[in-house]
């Protein structure tokens, strides 16, 4: 199994900033494409930006030029620099983790949500 263990959630005002992370754990040969999605009361879930392992980037374009996301393929770990933040940013946040424990076994992970509110 992968675990994820998500950090750095919380309440900020407009303008702002936030840092996540995501921690991957658990029976991981590697891993490819780390990313984080949002989801606000009453909306989809939505991609907010990916990082593949030779970190190649994808941001939504709600985020860009705000947001960025890095990653520590030695820790595992998946971050997401929040500036400039906005009341429509406020979500519960994902960490998403692909990659594989072994030849032909890949997995698809989740983390557990970190919520992030923005006041105006």
């Not at 750095?8 to 494409?33: E, P, T, W, Y």
Request: proline share 2%.
């Amino acid at each position: 199994q992968v675990h994820l263990v998500e950090s750095g959630g919380g309440l900020v005002q407009a303008g702002g900033s936030l840092r996540l992370s995501c921690a991957a754990s658990g029976s991981i040969f590697d891993i490819n494409v780390m990313g984080w999605y949002r989801q606000a009361p009453g909306k989809q879930r939505e991609l907010v930006a990916t990082v593949t392992r030779r970190a190649s980037t994808n941001y939504a374009d709600s985020v860009k030029g705000r947001f960025t996301i890095s990653r520590d393929n030695a820790k595992k770990t998946v971050y997401l620099q929040m500036n400039s933040l906005k009341p429509e940013d406020t979500a519960v946040y994902y960490c998403n983790v692909q990659g594989t424990q072994g030849p032909g076994r890949r997995y698809d992970s989740w983390g557990q949500g970190t919520q992030v509110t923005v006041s105006s």
